[in-house]
């Protein structure tokens, strides 16, 4: 039905809020970088409006830092849309700060704990391998 997939890895040993956390951003990230992916807005019965959401699914999975490292190096080689959140943004309190902390972060080997891919469904597919879905 879809051409392309969605996925997000999350480390897996992050607490739950975290998680919850980091999966909300790299969805958002997904959405501002692929307008063409997102569906019409939603309406109730009512006729109350409601706003659009990714017209596909996304497929989330826990995963080890090995797991997010071999996302990170095959969405790269792939040229994957990519969104990738690491460790130091949960210490910043806004978005610039966030950029900062991710630029400080060493190109081919970030400490990521989650990374969010969209593409063809076999490159996707070839970058999640081994991880497996989230509980």
């Keep these: 039905m879809f051409d392309t997939k969605v996925a997000i890895l999350v480390l897996d040993d992050l607490a739950t809020w975290q998680k919850l956390n980091v999966t909300a951003f790299l969805a958002t990230g997904v959405a501002a970088m692929a307008p063409e992916a997102i569906g019409e807005p939603y309406e109730d019965a009512t006729g109350r409006r409601f706003a659009s959401l990714l017209g596909q699914p996304m497929l989330i999975f826990a995963a080890g830092e090995s797991a997010l490292k071999r996302a990170h190096r095959i969405s ?3 040229g994957l849309l990519t969104a990738a959140y690491v460790r130091a943004m949960f210490s910043t309190g806004h978005d610039a700060a ?3 902390v991710f630029k400080a972060e060493p190109a081919d080997a970030p ?3 989650g990374i969010a891919i969209r593409g ?3 490159d996707v597919d070839k970058a999640t391998k081994g991880a497996k879905l989230h509980p």
């Design 120 to 122: 063809p469904k076999k």
């Design 76 to 78: 790269g080689e792939k």
């Design 111 to 113: 400490d990521l704990v």
């Design 98 to 100: 966030n950029r900062e």
